[in-house]
């Protein structure tokens, strides 16, 4: 057994091009060796190792008991993850695609969400539903859905959604430790995401619930998540040619909403674009705008814009394009920033 | 038309599909096309005469139960009660044909199976009195929450059992569910599920005969409930719901089989609800007196208690002890009921989460300070 600071020091070291989906699997795979407890379950997870190979070489490495391929049924599964962890157990779940995750929707919303309350702290269901969500990969229809305003909007339950390489590890564990059930979003199309990040090196594992500022600026803030953190990295550095310096807050959490975090750079910029690439309309941005607009009105220079995906069914993949918020209307956004009132 | 017949069929050479052979022989799995009973036929003569006698005594006692909380609800101190009256045999043998270390996943309806189990009368009751979702801890007494999305607690029970498996417990979870209940999703989704991975589960249907209104014949065009079985792979039985032996007989079989790693079973108690479906329903749109009465003729404590004392097992002073209790019981149960439950609002942020989010914080705040107003002003209102 080496020391934590010569582990350390190997893994500096070992540090190579990682991409997300690799962090998650090596995150079950700590989570795993580290708990006994923590199970995997879901539709080929096993042998298969997962539609997006996530869960790849664990039931080799932990048994068929520990990854199970269960069968073809999301109500089941979750539902039979609820009684496990009613016995003690920690599970895992994979719901395949995001639109397949909808038959399990009465278990999670009626059961996942509201045990613990039910029996008034009594009986925790530490359950991670890991979900891969949203678009931009080209999938055929109910494989691109943004699903997290539904999610958010049930309470009981955390919502997190990693949008780097670290956070992916982080993240997860952080959630398959959590004593409450957490929706952990995957965005899929950042999957082959790449960072250098060594797998065995455990980035810090950070307490869910905490925002952080990806981009540093001053004269507008960027507010998003998830698939769409690249789009507003981007649209940061493409900006200071306009003479906007942007600052960009990844909220890693949707649930608990970080306020602090998010009131304070407002504060300090004055004005605010919350972009995702769900539906506007109910969507996740109003009420990131209606909490900046509560804590932050006497700094606001402009009303909270919102940059999101058409209120439509999730669109065939050869016209997603058109429907993904990108950089240009990011910086559309921005530009209407500079706000004159009506006279 | 034959084959023969078709153009260029004579070069055709049926052959059967690659590797074809039956995962299962559905023989054994079949029920039996009779309901199976215990009393008034050859087979009372092995019953165990004290195991009558405390199934006896629990039916009293829970149809007391029955009795006791309907009319709570019409003196306002429930806001409704689902009876099983007529039921009680169903119910009592599935809470006593498990085991300490068992658990039991109650539906609704399954007040009586929760309390025969040992949980307090007041305490299975919350739920209904609108104070508390679950008043108990589950893990205390292994039975899970009273469940009123339908079947929905049958994923549960198996995901549990199959938990319990793996940490090599023998325990074993009993999931009640009703004949509507039969018809959802998760329904199949649990059978397929425990026979798939052999869970240790028994799933009891107690077949009323109504979902509310609507009879069985337009929930299922299976023959029987328990036929439902054969198609997951698990043994399907049928039990006559009315008379306890019978039903806590078959039950007894079907833990015992789970208990010893042979899976899953399927239980179909045959057996008629005496009450409207709540005591907000009214029974007379959907169903004739003369059904009723036939049903009352086969009544699960009449039957009982005929074989009882037809024995000599049980006198009158024996039937009126049972009364006894049970009313002292409902006595018992009647003056806590009527005692106002103490609720402290700032319980409703208590147990959303393990900690509380700054939201949750922030909207409690806002209560007690609603609350603290409210207060000033009662006070001052009664001249404090
Ligand atoms: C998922 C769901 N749908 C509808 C209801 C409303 N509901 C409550 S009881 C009931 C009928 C249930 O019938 P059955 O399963 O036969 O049980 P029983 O009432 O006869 O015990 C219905 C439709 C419900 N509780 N859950």
Redesign the interface.
């Given at each position: 057994m080496t020391t934590a600071a010569a582990t350390a020091g190997e893994r500096t070291a070992k540090a190579k091009p990682a991409t997300m989906a690799q962090a998650l699997g090596r995150a079950l795979r700590d989570a795993m060796a580290q708990d006994p407890a923590v199970h995997v379950l879901g539709e080929d997870v096993g042998t298969l190792g997962g539609v997006f190979r996530i869960t790849d070489g664990l039931a080799k490495e932990f048994g068929d008991d520990r990854c199970t391929d269960t069968p073809l049924a999301e109500a089941g599964i979750l539902g039979a993850a609820v009684g496990m962890a009613m016995y003690g157990l920690r599970p895992v779940v994979e719901m395949q695609f995001d639109a397949f995750a909808y038959p399990a929707f009465e278990q999670l919303i009626s059961h996942v969400a509201k045990m613990r309350n039910r029996t008034a702290g009594a009986m925790p269901l530490p359950i991670t539903v890991r979900v891969p969500y949203g678009g931009g990969i080209g999938g055929v229809e109910h494989h691109s859905d943004s699903s997290e305003a539904y999610y958010m909007a049930t309470p009981g339950l955390h919502v997190v959604t990693p949008a780097t390489v670290e956070d992916a590890y982080g993240l997860l564990r952080a959630s398959i430790a959590s004593d409450d059930p957490v929706v952990f979003l995957e965005p899929k199309r950042l999957y082959w995401s790449k960072a250098d990040w060594s797998p065995e090196a455990p980035v810090a594992v950070e307490p869910i619930g905490r925002a952080v500022v990806r981009r540093p600026g001053r004269s507008a803030t960027l507010i998003t998540y998830g698939p769409s953190l690249p789009v507003c990295m981007e649209a940061a550095e493409a900006a200071v040619e306009e003479g906007w310096d942007l600052e960009v807050v990844d909220l890693r959490s949707l649930v608990p909403f970080d306020d602090e975090t998010v009131a304070a750079s407002v504060r300090r910029t004055g004005r605010a674009v919350v972009v995702h690439e769900s539906s506007g309309f109910g969507g996740p941005g109003g009420e990131i705008a209606a909490r900046v607009t509560e804590r932050c009105f006497h700094h606001l220079e402009a009303p909270v814009l919102r940059v999101a995906g058409f209120d439509i069914p999730y669109p065939p993949p050869m016209q997603e394009k058109h429907h993904l918020p990108g950089v240009d209307r990011v910086l559309d956004a921005v530009a209407r920033l500079q706000w004159e009132a009506e006279s | 038309m034959t084959v023969q017949e078709l153009p260029g069929a004579a070069a055709y050479r049926p052959t059967p599909p690659p590797a074809w052979k039956p995962l299962t022989d559905p023989a054994p799995l079949l029920p039996d096309p009779e309901p199976y009973r215990v009393l008034g036929t050859d087979a009372v003569a092995d019953a165990d005469p004290e195991l009558l006698l405390r199934l006896y005594a629990e039916l009293v006692r829970g149809r007391r139960y029955n009795a006791q909380a309907t009319a709570l609800t019409k003196q306002g101190r429930l806001a409704v009660y689902p009876s099983s009256t007529g039921q009680e045999a169903c119910e009592i043998a599935a809470a006593l044909v498990l085991e300490e270390r068992d658990w039991l996943f109650p539906s609704y309806r399954d007040t009586l199976a929760a309390v025969a189990r040992g949980l307090d009368p007041v305490e299975a009751l919350t739920l209904l009195r609108g104070d508390?979702?679950?008043g108990?801890?589950?893990?205390?007494h292994r039975i899970?929450?009273l469940c009123t999305?339908l079947a929905?607690q049958?994923?549960?029970?198996?995901?549990?059992?199959?938990?319990?498996r793996?940490?090599g417990d023998d325990v074993v979870?009993l999931a009640m569910v009703g004949d509507g209940g039969t018809s959802e999703?998760?329904f199949?989704?649990?059978l397929?599920?425990a026979a798939?991975w052999r869970a240790p589960v028994v799933f009891l249907v107690q077949n009323n005969g109504f979902a509310i209104s609507v009879p069985l014949a337009k929930q299922t065009a299976a023959p029987s409930l328990a036929h439902k079985a054969v198609g997951y792979g698990m043994p399907g039985r049928l039990v006559d719901g009315n008379d306890a032996a019978a039903v806590h007989q078959v039950l007894g079989e079907a833990v015992a089989r789970a208990r010893s790693g042979g899976g899953p079973t399927l239980v179909e108690a045959v057996t008629y609800r005496m009450d409207a479906h709540t005591n907000a329903d009214d029974a007379t749109r959907y169903r004739v007196d003369s059904e009723v009465e036939a049903w009352r003729a086969h009544d699960p404590i009449q039957i009982l208690e005929r074989e009882l004392t037809g024995r000599g097992l049980l006198g009158d002073e024996g039937i009126e002890e049972a009364r006894a209790a049970a009313e002292r019981m409902a006595a018992a149960l009647r003056e806590r009921m009527n005692a106002d439950p103490v609720l402290d609002p700032m319980?409703l942020f208590?147990?959303?989460?393990?900690e509380q989010?700054?939201?949750l914080r922030e909207q409690a705040a806002r209560l007690r300070v609603e609350l603290d107003a409210e207060h000033g002003q009662d006070d001052m209102e009664e001249g404090r």
């Open positions: - | 508390r979702h679950t108990y801890d589950p893990r205390e899970a929450p999305p929905t049958l994923p549960h029970a198996v995901g549990l059992a199959h938990a319990a793996l940490k979870a999703g998760d199949h989704e649990a397929n599920f798939v319980d208590a147990h959303v989460y393990a989010t700054a939201q």
